[in-house]
């Protein structure tokens, strides 16, 4: 929604009702906050829902209490077609009404729904086959057949009508809404619900001084053990276990231990930096480019492996790596994704893609910290990086290829 009731092209604008804070947190940017239950939007709906439609939002239940209205398209009586949170069922649902406004046709999520989690969802109606399909973050849930739809007149944000009441308000949050005159495919949802969101950026550009900025949550992290700094040119990075001041190797304790970036690694999400392994020869120690630590604990790993000489992502017990052994004393950009309606892991390599693993799992917690140049056992922490890492970014979502390569400067 990002502050503003126009669609992307400036059109269609929504009329605000209440006093909802459009200046709330969204998934990405900023959402439209409902705090009260007469808080909404309404407009015109872009699309005939009684024919090919489909509907998509982030949503964010605050309180599972009540039935919590997504995103609607109805008339002065009921919904024709709406995404909303069902209390009696305690899952995500898409329904659509009778011709008559008596009726009511859903499709259920398989799985309960999760308060205070912004969660992705789709809903689409195909014509022909007369029937209306349900997605959760990506993933198809249900379908129901034999469904009639009816031309809606108005376009409702965070409640619905039924029997000519209104019902269903906040409180909860909205956010990337789309309204498609068209049923969207399968592969769309998942890039809808893949939609990358950054949550950490350490550009590492500071260049002096004991510590460096997260961009997005402006936490400044220390500098830890044998860690300092490097500029070479216009270019600014860290630089581990770099020579001491007597030009003498090292090659022990260093590492920044960073701000919580929020994301849930039981959910799509996408870590990319910069890297330059120091070592003369392939060693046989692991060293780490970037963790996730939660209670003492590395979650995951992008790293050097000193088995393999080569780069992997390891998660949750899955590996995947590179073909070849790591370049030695050169700047590599690599990309790990956790794509959670694929159920795989990727890595790339230098913006290219090299391979996944099926992958299922993952945490719920959200406060894992990010770590660079450190493996966090629960005992004593290893894996200590030697060389540089620069332009490091934490994002939710699923980082398309196209950004990938977009990505591949650093900055």
Known sequence: MDGTLADADGNNALTSHGDPDLASAGYTGRAAGLGDPQDHLSGTVPADTSKNFSLSAWAKVDDGGADRAVVAAGDGTAFSAGLY????????????????????????????????????????????????????????????????GWQASQLLVGRHRWNGAEVGGAPGAVDELKVYARTVNEDEVRQLAGQASLRGHHRFNEGTGAGTQDEVTGTVAPLSGKTGWEVDGDDTSLRLNGPDESGQEQDGEAYVSGAAPG?????????????????DAHDGKDRTVVSLVRDGSSLLD????????????????????????????????LTAV???????????????????????????????????????????AGSFWKGGID?????????????????????
Do not use: C
């Open 263 to 279: 994301i849930r690694t039981d959910r799509s999400f996408s870590i990319s930096a910069w890297a330059r392994l120091d070592t």
């Open 338 to 380: 956790h794509d959670k309606a694929k159920a795989e892991v990727r890595l790339y390599f230098n913006a290219i893609y090299v391979t996944s693993v099926p992958f299922t799992g993952g945490s719920a917690e959200t406060g894992s910290t990010v770590e660079f140049g450190r493996l966090s056992p629960a005992t004593a």
């Open 302 to 333: 992008l790293r050097y492996s000193g088995a393999s000489k080569k780069w992997e992502f390891v998660f949750g017990g899955t590996t995947v790596r590179t073909a070849y052994r790591a370049e030695l004393q050169e700047w590599t950009y």
């Open 85 to 148: 949170f069902d209390a009696a069922a305690g899952r995500w649902a898409f329904g659509m009404t009778t011709p008559d406004r008596t009726g009511l046709r859903v499709a259920h999520s398989q799985a309960q729904a999760e308060t205070g989690v912004w969660t992705h969802l789709a809903g689409t109606y195909e014509f022909t086959t007369r029937t209306l399909t349900l997605y959760v973050d990506g993933v198809r849930q249900g379908q129901v057949t034999g469904v009639d």
């Open 391 to 411: 332009d490091v970014r934490v994002y939710a979502g699923v980082l398309s290829e196209q950004q990938i390569v977009a990505q591949a400067i650093r900055t």
